[in-house]
């Protein structure tokens, strides 16, 4: 009760001297503001980053196969290693933290035609799962499915841009395009993705076009052979443990020592977030640390102002402490003040800052720059610090204050 | 003195000496003074003469140098500044020549803050402090700030604040010294009438008509009691 009292004085006393508090609570509104917009970058941009990875495939990792370099139990070393769908069958069964795994025959760029429209698109064989892996949404038709498979028919799934480029706004799905030739029935046509950070090879996800993996072999490479196995571990975190599964199990299959590393080859999403995140960090830390440091200054002019507010008011400290304030009370009443005018400055911080980071957002903003994100945690620690640097601020003008002697105090002119 | 117990404020050999070694003023030279329950007792002498000073110590304000001072019976020379301040909430109401209200809160407010350290709910402190500012005639004042009021008004204000707490000893170190004749007599019959009503009052006056209206006058010179002089109730 004593507290809600104190509150209200504080108020009156900032309100009789609006300019001056005004001014002092400037260095504390730009401290705040500049840290929820630099760390709200920080995290939007992890955010972009992140979500750019993961459009390649959101728990993707690729294997592709390399040279042993010591043999097993006889066999020389040095021998190239080649994917045959019985290791896709043999990870299934022995990689418990393997969610989907799926091979990828890669058949180069096939010239593509639809009527007059010709094209050259980069083109996969594919498997059921790939879809998924891949983050391959379809928007039209279907995926690849396991009579495609089975019975290595020739259709194909169309990414978004060459759907665009052969069909413009007409139907495709259920056409016939020709690749290098050969018949292929359209039966689907995949989500937009845009632009990628990241790519599986050399063209975007919407530029390629995607077929049973069998009819790859069967009519491009000839060859039951292939050189890269896509997987999904279950989690993100199962990364590590997915790569020493899978090694274990085609270390014995393919004769080689499970920890020589030219032998497979992995690249993950988890590594490229871990990428980002390390140097997203990086940012959030040092702009942090930049905006809190002014925030600091700022608590110093809100200290000083406090200093000469007190030596302002040395009579009615005396007027209080005569009637029968303690020394905690004249304490708090100063303390509470501090607290109030940098809390006012920073919930303004706040505003202030939290309407730039929209404002930004409302912008056109160049590619791979996010707007700043508002994060609730952030919030949590701007206030943290506010009221941290309140109390901090306030503490050696209302010590002085409380230690007044009172008939000094009440007799100061 | 008998028995320090039939006193409201006992003082014995009571002196202060301010400032350090080199520049000592000794401002009370031992003041010994019994002040009984209800008595009206004004405080007389020249400038300088240590009036204040013995206000400052019967009002726990301060701390007397040496000697003894019992209030209610109790010896308060010693005890630390929270505890004088407990005591000066709870037992004294001063009235300053300086008025000494708070500026920025309003009449109300500042007859209130007594009340605020003492801890009374607000509705409490709300009521108590309305009917008091209406005793004193300020009913139509209560939330104007001192600066919107008169001299007079101002030190009705402070009496106010000072019988908020309902205290054992009313405190006037030269209550009407900043104000006209008119706001004197008013704030000397504001004082008398809580003299009738059963209030110990003490009021350092240089006014010797003020002092006049006192049962007994005290005159200090240098630092000593001169003279303590009862008038014959009339
Ligand atoms: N804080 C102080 N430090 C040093 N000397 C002081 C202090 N306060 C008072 N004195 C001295 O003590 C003596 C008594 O002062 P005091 O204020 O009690 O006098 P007074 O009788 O109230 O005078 P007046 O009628 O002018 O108010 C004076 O000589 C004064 O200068
Ligand atoms: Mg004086």
């Given at each position: 009760m004593f507290l809600v009292e104190t509150i209200a004085q504080a108020w009156q006393s900032i309100r009789s001297h609006k300019l001056r508090t005004g001014l002092t609570m400037f260095g504390v509104i730009w401290g705040i503001a500049s840290f929820i917009i630099l760390v709200g970058l920080g995290k939007s941009t992890l955010k972009l980053f992140s979500r750019e990875f993961e459009k390649?495939?959101?728990r993707m990792l690729v294997m592709w196969a390399g040279q042993s370099s010591s043999g097993l139990s006889g066999i020389k070393g040095g021998r190239q290693i080649r994917f045959t769908i019985d290791d896709v069958e043999a990870i299934k069964a022995?990689?418990?933290?393997?969610?989907l795994v799926s091979p990828q025959i890669y058949t180069g760029y096939q010239e593509t035609k639809y009527e007059n429209e010709v094209l050259s698109s980069e083109t996969f064989g594919l498997d059921v799962n790939s879809g998924v892996i891949r983050n391959?949404?379809?928007?039209k038709g279907r995926f690849i499915n396991a009579d495609d498979i089975a019975l290595n028919r020739r259709v194909c799934v169309l990414g978004a841009n060459v759907k665009e480029k052969l069909f413009g706004e007409r139907e495709s799905v259920g056409e016939f395009i020709r690749m290098s030739g050969i018949r292929f029935q359209v039966v689907g046509v995949l989500q937009h993705k845009g632009d990628?950070?990241?790519?599986?090879?050399?063209?975007i996800d919407d530029d390629q076009i995607s077929i049973p993996y069998t009819t790859a072999q069967a009519?491009?490479?000839?060859?039951k052979y292939f050189g890269m196995i896509y997987l999904q571990p279950?989690?993100?975190?199962d990364d590590k443990t997915v790569r020493e599964e899978v090694r274990q199990t085609l270390a014995l299959r393919h004769s080689f020592?499970?920890?020589?590393?030219?032998a497979l080859h992995f690249f993950g999403i988890a590594e490229m977030i871990g990428r980002v995140k390390g140097v997203a960090m990086g940012m959030e830390i040092f702009f942090g640390a930049a905006s809190i440091i002014t925030l600091l200054i700022g608590g110093i002019g809100v200290m000083n102002i406090m200093f000469v507010s007190i030596n302002e008011r040395v009579r009615e400290i005396g007027i209080m402490k005569a009637v029968g304030a303690k020394s905690r009370h004249v304490f708090l009443q100063f303390i509470v003040e501090s607290v109030f005018v940098t809390f006012l400055a920073g919930l303004i911080g706040v505003l202030i800052g939290c309407s730039i980071c929209l404002l930004i957002g409302l912008f056109n903003l160049p590619r791979f720059v996010a707007a700043p994100v508002i994060d609730p945690f952030v919030m949590l620690i701007a206030f943290l610090t506010i009221t941290l640097v309140g109390i901090l601020s306030g503490i050696l003008p209302a010590l002085r204050a409380s230690r007044m002697q009172v008939v000094e105090a009440l007799r100061y002119y | 003195m008998s028995s320090i117990d039939q006193y409201v404020v006992a003082l014995r050999g009571v002196t202060k000496v301010y400032g350090s070694s080199d520049v000592e003023?000794?401002?009370?030279r031992g003041i010994s003074v019994g002040i009984h329950m209800g008595e009206f007792v004004s405080i007389v002498g020249p400038s300088g003469s240590g009036k204040t000073t013995l206000m400052d110590i019967i009002g726990c304000l301060s701390r007397p140098t040496s000697g003894e001072y019992y209030l209610g019976g109790k010896?308060?020379?010693?005890?630390n500044d929270d505890a004088l301040a407990e005591i000066r909430n709870n037992e004294i109401g001063f009235v300053f020549q300086t008025f000494?209200?708070?500026?920025?809160?309003?009449a109300l407010q500042n007859v209130e803050l007594p009340l605020v350290y003492a801890g009374v709910p607000a509705r409490e402190r709300f009521r108590r402090a309305q009917e008091l500012l209406e005793s004193v005639g300020l009913a139509e004042r209560i939330?104007?700030?001192?600066?919107?009021?008169s001299g007079g008004e101002v030190q009705r204000v402070a009496v106010a604040r000072a019988l908020v707490n309902r205290p054992s000893l009313i405190l006037a170190d030269e209550?009407?010294?900043?104000?006209?004749s008119t706001s004197e007599a008013e704030i000397i019959a504001l004082l008398k009438d809580l003299h009738d009503k059963g209030n110990t009052i003490i009021i350092v006056t240089h006014n010797p008509s003020v002092a006049g209206q006192a049962q007994r006058t005290i005159s200090l010179k240098d630092g000593h009691v001169v003279s303590d002089l009862s008038k014959a109730p009339s």
């Open positions: 390649v495939g959101k022995h990689c418990p933290h393997v969610e391959l949404d379809v928007a990628q950070l990241s790519r599986v090879s050399g063209s009519l491009f490479t000839g060859s279950r989690s993100l975190f020592e499970p920890d020589d590393a030219d | 003023v000794h401002a009370l010896d308060v020379s010693r005890l000494n209200l708070i500026p920025r809160l309003t939330h104007h700030k001192p600066s919107a009021l209550p009407t010294g900043n104000l006209d």
